[in-house]
């Protein structure tokens, strides 16, 4: 079989792509309706007056001016002639806007771009004759897109051909498409992508062309369930296909592809794993069958793919069932990252599942200690801000910890039950904090009133901080770490004598993240032992790399400088450079590198690390 045939997933960041394919077949799709108080504040279009149902693109992929060039076609319900069709853009450079009634006889528009919005980009506003539902516009995006990385073939691990990745969450799809840029709008859309011959081209969507029109450069999908705009994505680039399981398979450049399939090896375990706890989702991993994942989780030891469990379960949190908007990330965040654990014990045990989520408590507490209180509330108030700024660990882990007291509360049985009926009844929608609760409510809590006493919803949602019920995991496997770790701070273990060689990633984690701040010399001795400078996993390196900036131990200067440069992962980077800007010293080596390393990182990054850097002029 033509592995473009295959439907679903990649991966791609500096120095490397990598695809996570899941194959299922989407069940039958309604278009969910936008609640009625669901207000996107960071969206010009107005859908309660003309909705749009499809996108068709043609686009031409030019590495050489970094652009993406050619038409969108939009179908709505017939207008009364009455509205306006409101679009996102940012940037676009639009060249003429045509509609029609029947698709295919375009009559040329009246149409606008408003005033930019540093955030929102501007809109566009088409005015639409009575019965009018298709609307063609020409376009070229710009190379600065917001939601498009491209990559020289320097950049790639195969250092032969150039590469394009997306990246449209949350507001960035308006970047390269004009469109009703809302997770509350959900569109089915199809696309014929033209590419340089000898690249291979994926979406978050079916692959429709025979393999002689991909010969040509020339590649066609579908995607016929509703999705949000932020769910389409592309990649272009020298990519390679192999098979891990009768549905899932990886695509991956050539110098990564044998690797990227022994890390995932098992991920048909994880999606029927998380088919049993909650059914056939409807289609894939995130991206709807187009999963994009950085080579930073390339391991050697699986101890990284709980990355893969993660997008696997946006398949019902996030893709099945959709945050109305950007206040209601948690909904996709919080679900998800529960999900995510219930799937690595399935596959891999629950001690492991555990120890994720003893750091991963760790890592919230620490977090909402450093984040102003209104920021800390799950269901958060971005009117007015960056979407973007809303994306902090915060919804992922607070959520999910609410979520683990329900299980705890109402046992497992019930609680999955209840998750499931959630799933089946939102399908295909995009939905509100206010309206998840009241099902919440109506289908759970008072069902069970005294177990519901347990659970603080106002609290958890509203509220900053955690209330005071909130779970605390525990694992004696980092217990018995952190005592080793407290052993070596007081110097009565000596590094070389701490048995390690039984340890995850976890293990390590914990033994590093337990330890106060060190000397050099302290640090010198654990690199001795474990040549933590050296490793290969980016978990436990970034954490490395974290505690020696404040310790001063220079040996790890130029694997800093070489970890900044190659990686762009803003969970791995951000930390970095804030690091290194609380010293002088720290901030004349962040400017230098950064100064080197900013044209690699993605525009999402680069905004992000500009903030950083540039705080101290």
């Known amino acids: 079989m033509n592995p473009i045939t295959r439907r679903d997933a990649v991966a791609a960041t500096l120095g490397g792509a990598i695809v996570l394919t899941n194959c299922g077949?989407?069940?039958?799709?309604?278009?969910?309706?936008?609640?009625?108080?669901?207000?996107?504040?960071?969206?010009?279009?107005?859908?309660?007056?003309?909705?749009?149902?499809?996108?068709?693109?043609?686009?031409?992929?030019?590495?050489?001016d970094k652009t993406l060039a050619g038409t969108a076609v939009l179908q709505f319900d017939a207008a009364t002639g009455k509205d306006a069709l409101v679009l996102d853009t940012r940037d676009l450079d639009i060249?003429?806007?045509?509609?029609?009634?029947?698709?295919?006889?375009?009559?040329?528009?009246?149409?606008?771009?408003?005033?930019?919005?540093?955030?929102?980009?501007a809109a566009l506003?088409?005015?639409?004759?009575?019965?009018?539902?298709?609307?063609?516009?020409?376009y070229k995006s710009q190379p600065a897109a917001s939601g498009l990385q491209w990559l020289t073939p320097a950049q790639t691990a195969g250092k032969k051909h150039p590469f394009l990745f997306s990246q449209n969450e949350s507001i960035h799809a308006r970047s390269w498409i004009p469109i009703q840029d809302s997770p509350g709008v959900r569109i089915a859309y199809t696309a014929r992508i033209r590419a340089?011959?000898?690249?291979?081209?994926?979406?978050?969507?079916?692959?429709?062309?025979a393999s002689a029109t991909a010969k040509e450069g020339v590649f066609d999908f579908a995607m016929d369930t509703p999705i949000p705009a932020y769910l389409i994505a592309l990649a272009v680039g020298d990519l390679q296909f192999a098979e891990v399981g009768p549905r899932t398979g990886v695509y991956a450049e050539p110098p990564l592809l044998?690797?990227?399939a022994r890390e995932f090896?098992?991920?048909?375990?994880?999606?029927?794993?998380?088919?049993?706890?909650?059914?056939?989702?409807?289609?894939?991993?995130?991206?709807?069958r187009l999963t994009f994942a950085t080579p930073t989780i390339l391991a050697g030891d699986k101890s990284l793919v709980g990355l893969v469990s993660h997008e696997l379960a946006h398949s019902w949190s996030g893709n099945l069932v959709t945050n109305a908007t950007w206040s209601d990330f948690w909904l996709n965040e919080g679900f998800t990252t529960y999900i995510e654990n219930r799937i690595q014990e399935a596959v891999y045990g629950r001690d492991q599942a555990v120890m994720e989520q003893v750091l991963a408590r760790r890592g919230l507490d620490k977090e909402l200690s450093e984040t102003p209180k209104p920021d800390q509330m799950l269901h958060i108030d971005l009117k007015g801000r960056d979407p973007d700024e809303g994306t902090t660990g915060i919804p992922y882990n607070k959520g999910a910890l609410m979520l683990h007291q329900m299980e705890q509360v109402f046992g497992r049985e019930t609680f999955d039950a209840y998750l499931k009926a959630y799933f089946d009844h939102f399908a295909f929608q995009s939905i509100t904090t206010s309206t998840m609760l009241d099902y919440l409510f109506r289908e759970l809590l008072e069902k069970h009133p005294e177990q519901a006493k347990q659970i603080p919803v106002q609290d958890w949602v509203y509220e900053p901080g955690l209330p005071v019920s909130a779970p605390k995991a525990a694992s004696p496997r980092l217990e018995a770490v952190s005592k080793a770790a407290a052993a070596f701070a007081a110097g009565s273990t000596p590094a070389s004598s701490i048995d390690?060689?039984?340890w995850s990633t976890q293990e390590w984690l914990e033994f590093l993240q337990a330890l106060p701040p060190l000397k050099a010399a302290q640090m010198a001795e654990l690199d001795k032992a474990?040549?933590?400078?050296?490793?290969?996993?980016?978990?436990?390196?970034?954490?490395?790399?974290?505690?020696a900036i404040p310790a001063d131990y220079a040996a790890v200067n130029p694997r800093l400088e070489a970890f900044l440069l190659e990686v762009g992962r803003q969970k791995f980077i951000r930390p970095l450079y804030t690091e290194l800007m609380k010293t002088p010293a720290g901030q004349k080596r962040a400017k230098a590198i950064y100064a080197k390393a900013r044209p690699g990182y993605h525009p999402i990054a680069q905004t992000s690390v500009d903030k950083i850097v540039k705080s101290a002029n």
């Open 25 to 64: 077949k989407p069940q039958t799709a309604e278009n969910g309706k936008m609640p009625t108080d669901a207000q996107d504040t960071h969206s010009f279009s107005q859908p309660e007056k003309i909705r749009v149902r499809k996108l068709a693109l043609d686009l031409a992929v030019s590495f050489d």
């Open 95 to 121: 060249s003429k806007i045509e509609t029609s009634a029947d698709g295919s006889t375009f009559s040329e528009a009246k149409w606008s771009v408003g005033q930019r919005d540093a955030i929102l980009g």
């Open 125 to 138: 506003t088409v005015t639409i004759p009575a019965s009018t539902q298709f609307v063609r516009i020409a």
């Open 196 to 209: 340089p011959k000898g690249l291979l081209v994926l979406m978050s969507a079916e692959h429709k062309g």
């Open 258 to 260: 044998a690797k990227s």
């Open 265 to 288: 090896e098992d991920m048909e375990k994880m999606v029927t794993a998380a088919e049993s706890l909650y059914g056939l989702p409807f289609g894939g991993m995130e991206n709807p």
């Open 500 to 502: 390690t060689k039984q």
């Open 530 to 547: 474990y040549r933590l400078t050296q490793s290969g996993n980016s978990e436990v390196l970034d954490q490395w790399l974290k505690m």
